[in-house]
């Protein structure tokens, strides 16, 4: 069936057989072999000879994929071998946006200076000079001089855009009921590059109708930090801007409202779906976006709190999966937060037995067993084999041939529940202790003098108060302990029974252990008066340090030693200032080299060093020990390294650059504050199964791997993601669908062991517009960034990011080619489901580990790999697309906030004022003509000049109570052409990067005419 997607018709130039036109985009074809990690060989489209029609035939490229390094990246863990996603690139392949010479050279002589060769390469391609946003100026080459002949009839009953445009207005006046569009007929001559083809708008397309933007001149060099050809100081390597001397005559901007729009979208979605229940009854449905505000009522399956799917129709073969290309994963977040109104999960008891699971794979019982033989034996989803039913749980079946009591027990009726574990699940089949927190703090000369100490020790007297308890208990059953350290380690035993606390200092740091055992892991509420009274002390005793250098390894091998002492799991809070450079294990110095920006290696600034680290995450998995950072850096502190135990034991790591007490206390306590209090569970070992067919085979997060299947994590918090990805290793069918059980063992915060039971089962087909159809952008570009974040361990940035927008022409060609009803080539057709994908897409480029410059920070840049590899998708969906809300349209006295706008400073205006957050930043930018009455209205003030920051903060938390993330992000008041607005314009993710990336208009041009080279 063919299915009309999203269409927009720009003018896109488009490149004539004969006439110089781009022959393979820059250089060849994709050289990467594209989806070689689909077990077969790697495929790639190749790049027919220009002037010659071929039917775009995969041909294979052929390359062996590179060696997985052994490097210490547990995450690497693959089931069987299968070439890797990000094979290295043949040498000769050119960078996404740096043009070699050779397509060229048939349109200019090597020689000119970079300007006039760019003049002359334009006008070899018939296209005139013009800025981003224009549309072409009146072609002159005699073979454009050609009508572009009758555009197909638009899709049924939509506006039509008349060709040419001279006409800005568009013809309304359309019968509904018009004739499907028509292929034009082969013979057609389709000289010259059209003005405006038609405007199509797919019938699944809701909202206006979209024109597309026009692509002016060659890209230039130097897109994703490649140097610049051509002298433009202006704009750091816009996709199409040569420079202003060359423009042709006056133009008219196209208009950005005509393309596909995230907000719009978001928008469309919560009018649908918004405030309504979601059963998950149905197999393969897909569900609300993120941004939606719905109620999941569990009926079987797993509620997308818990897990969400790149697709929820799997195509049937891996044939079809290499061909779409479309990554097939799932975004699982075991502990996820559930509003009010919706049912915590159950636990189920099956006393000594345990919970019931299949003989042969293992899986837990769940909806997907089938109950034959009169209720006396149960057929397994997963793996078909028929196992007895233990007597027990005997129960007789209905006429339709399920359990008299399938509604009783929440295993055969829900998608999520929990087994309370026995002793076979525990280690030593003991039964573990409640879990510790153990506070780690520095107190080098660096924080004492910050205030930092004194802040930290403040508040741990009100937030111990709040630790984490089961429900309905009085009281939590987490111990805690309190370490201080600079080059040697200060353990307190604060035992209940004591008047004062008693100090124990470890000066050999070499080898580590715990000088006490009995008074260091306390119960809280025992041990208030002494621990008061220890934090009381502890900013005093240090006052007068002038100790400057630290240790950092052993202070996590002491918490490790720690918790093997108390036979316990944990987490240690660890609050560190500066780079461990005092002689001791884990000693580390400065590595930072901008030299290496944008060479081959790169790569080195974010791996880890190996060594004492690498054995420290394996020793914390073991033992149960997450780690969580804070971190207070005023220069270079080798992030890579530092926070790679953290992102190995599901710990979390926070940065305060330059920290103040004044301006950055309140932040760092709201996310202190959050991180104590979040759910949590400890020693966790996860197992994804599935039906037959498919199988896991690799893990993104916040994890680590011994083995190919089991996905080990010190502790897991509601917070936490892993992204799984899914191969084929036999057909699927339609009919019986695809199954997926993720089974978490871990450990309460009272120290249960529990099981925790995650069932979703997806649509099958052979129809590729299905797959298509069942997409889901949001999924798809958290399995994207956290892909291309791992793969930059590897490989050049250059290649990666030419991978990413390789595969991303390559899904569109696909449905465009297998998809979509017949149209004019200068259209540019997208799924429904991934019409925004692109924006996302070019979004996850600018992002600071993927671009290439040296004004970034390499802690920053290591920073926001490592906290994405662990993201949800709700997580990466705002991050990668901020919410940008004009506050001076709010109603003061409404509840709800103003719709969110697009991230584009044309959105922008001088009397206006916007907040922007995307999760880590948030900015209040005020325009300079801001009128004195909304600033009292707002803020109560008279006017800009009395607005400080952490008033602002609290005005605005009672105008926006409960809708914004506040707790995790610090406000920074921006005025309009103040300095600090270069900052704030970076989060503007629609519009060209400063560091030299392209405008979502630009991006959507590129893939197009990457589009059309795969598909001739």
Not at 933 to 939: E, N, V
Request: charged share 15%.
């Amino acid at each position: 069936m063919s299915q009309q997607g999203y269409v927009a018709a720009p003018p896109y130039s488009q490149a004539q057989p004969g006439m110089g036109g781009y022959q393979g985009g820059f250089g060849s074809g994709p050289a990467q072999p594209l989806y070689g990690h689909y077990g077969g060989p790697p495929q790639a489209f190749t790049a027919p000879p220009a002037g010659m029609m071929k039917s775009p035939v995969s041909s294979a490229a052929g390359m062996p994929p590179p060696p997985v390094s052994s490097q210490y990246n547990p995450n690497v863990q693959q089931n069987g071998a299968h070439p890797q996603r990000y094979p290295a690139p043949p040498a000769a392949s050119a960078a996404y946006g740096q043009p070699p010479q050779s397509p060229y050279n048939s349109m200019a002589s090597p020689g000119p200076p970079a300007p006039q060769q760019l003049t002359n390469q334009m006008s070899a391609m018939n296209l005139g000079s013009y800025g981003p946003m224009q549309s072409p100026p009146p072609p002159t080459s005699s073979v454009a001089q050609q009508p572009f002949q009758t555009p197909p009839p638009p899709a049924m009953g939509q506006p039509q855009m008349p060709p040419g445009p001279q006409s800005p207005h568009m013809s309304q006046q359309m019968s509904p009921q018009m004739s499907p569009p028509q292929s034009p007929p082969a013979s057609m001559p389709m000289a010259g590059p059209p003005l405006a083809g038609p405007l199509m708008v797919g019938s699944q397309m809701a909202g206006p109708p979209m024109g597309g933007p026009p692509m002016g001149g060659p890209p230039m060099a130097g897109q994703f930090g490649g140097q610049m050809a051509g002298p433009q100081p202006g704009m750091p390597g816009a996709f199409p801007g040569a420079p202003a001397s060359l423009a042709g005559p006056p133009q008219k901007k196209l208009d950005p409202d005509s393309i596909p729009s995230i907000t719009q979208v978001i928008e469309d979605d919560q009018l649908k779906k918004g405030g309504q229940v979601f059963s998950t009854n149905i197999r393969g449905q897909v569900p609300p976006l993120v941004t939606t505000d719905f109620t999941a009522q569990d009926q079987g399956n797993a509620s997308p709190r818990f897990m969400r799917c790149t697709t929820y129709s799997l195509p049937c073969t891996a044939d079809l999966a290499k061909q779409c290309q479309v990554p097939l994963a799932s975004i699982i977040k075991p502990f996820a937060s559930l509003p009010k109104d919706e049912t915590p999960l159950y636990v189920v008891n099956h006393g000594e037995t345990g919970p019931i699971r299949c003989n042969r794979c293992k899986a837990y019982m769940c909806p997907y067993m089938q109950f034959i033989d009169g209720g006396r034996r149960y057929q397994c989803g997963f793996c078909n084999c028929v196992s007895e039913v233990p007597v027990f749980y005997f129960q007789h079946l209905d006429h339709m041939g399920r359990r008299v009591d399938f509604y009783e027990r929440p295993e055969l009726s829900l998608g999520s529940y929990e087994f309370a574990a026995t002793l076979d699940y525990c280690k030593n089949n003991k039964l573990p202790n409640p879990p510790a927190y153990i506070f780690m703090i520095d107190v080098s000369y660096n924080n004492i003098k910050s205030g930092l100490v004194k802040l930290i020790c403040d508040e741990l007297k009100t937030l111990l108060e709040k630790l984490p308890r089961e429900e309905g208990a009085e009281s939590s059953a987490i111990k805690v302990g309190f370490v201080t350290y600079n080059k040697v380690l200060h353990f307190y035993n604060v035992k209940s029974a004591l008047a004062q606390p008693q100090m124990m200092v470890v000066s050999d740091t070499a080898e580590m252990f715990v000088p006490l055992l009995d008074g260091f892991l306390v119960n809280y509420q025992d041990s208030r008066a002494v621990i008061y009274n220890l934090l009381d002390q502890i900013p005093d005793m240090f006052a007068d340090t002038n100790e400057s250098e630290t240790v950092f390894a052993p202070v996590i091998q002491a918490g490790v030693e720690a918790f093997k002492a108390a036979e316990c799991n944990g987490k240690l809070f660890i609050f560190h200032s500066s780079m461990p450079t005092a002689e001791a294990p884990g000693k580390l110095k400065n590595r930072d080299d901008k030299k290496l920006v944008n060479t081959e290696k790169e790569k080195t600034l974010f791996q880890p060093q190996k060594g004492v680290y690498e054995q420290l995450s394996k020793d914390c998995v073991a033992q149960g020990c997450c780690v969580d950072l804070f971190l207070f850096p005023s220069q270079y502190m080798d992030m890579a390294t530092m926070a790679d135990v953290p992102s190995h034991t599901g710990g979390s790591v926070y940065k305060y650059n330059n920290f103040q007490v004044e301006t950055d206390g309140e932040h760092f306590l709201r996310d202190l504050r959050k991180d104590v209090q979040k759910s949590i569970g400890f020693d966790a070992i996860m197992r994804v199964r599935t039906s037959t067919g498919f199988r896991a085979t690799d893990f993104f997060g916040a994890i680590h791997m011994n083995n190919t299947t089991d996905i080990e994590m010190a502790a897991v918090d509601c917070d936490k993601a892993v992204t799984v990805e899914f191969k084929h290793d036999d057909t699927l069918s339609e009919e019986t669908g695809a199954l997926i059980q993720c089974a978490l063992l871990y450990t309460t915060i009272s120290g249960q062991r529990r099981l925790r039971i995650h069932n979703l089962s997806l649509h099958c087909s052979s129809q590729l517009s299905e797959l298509y159809t069942r997409c889901e952008t949001d999924s798809l570009i958290n399995f994207f960034a956290k892909s291309a974040y791992r793969a930059i361990l590897n490989q050049p940035l250059k290649n990666v990011r030419e991978i990413l927008v390789n595969q991303t022409a390559h899904m569109l060609a696909c449905y465009r080619k297998n998809c979509a009803s017949p149209s004019a080539a200068s259209q540019l057709i997208l799924p429904d489901a991934m019409k925004v994908f692109p924006v996302y897409m070019n979004s996850l480029m600018k992002t600071a580990p993927l671009v290439g410059s040296t004004e970034l920070s390499t802690d920053d840049r290591a920073h926001q790999r490592l906290s994405v590899m662990a993201m949800g998708v709700e997580d990466t969906q705002l991050l990668l697309y901020p919410r940008l809300i004009p506050l001076h349209t709010l109603d003061v006295n409404s509840e709800a906030l103003p719709a969110p706008v697009r991230c584009s400073e044309e959105r922008l205006t001088d009397s206006g004022m916007f907040l922007l957050e995307n999760g880590h930043s948030m900015f209040l930018w005020l325009g300079q003509a801001i009128p004195p009455d909304l600033i009292q209205s707002i803020f109560n003030l008279p006017s800009l000049a009395h607005l400080q920051g952490h008033m602002v903060r609290i005005h605005l938390k009672c105008i926006l109570s409960g809708t914004f993330s506040f707790c995790s992000t610090q406000l920074q008041i921006v005025r309009q052409r103040d300095k600090p607005e270069m900052l704030f314009r970076q989060f503007l993710v629609e519009d060209k990067g400063l560091h030299g990336s392209a405008s979502y208009m630009d991006f959507l041009c590129y893939v197009h005419r990457e589009i059309r080279q795969l598909l001739t």
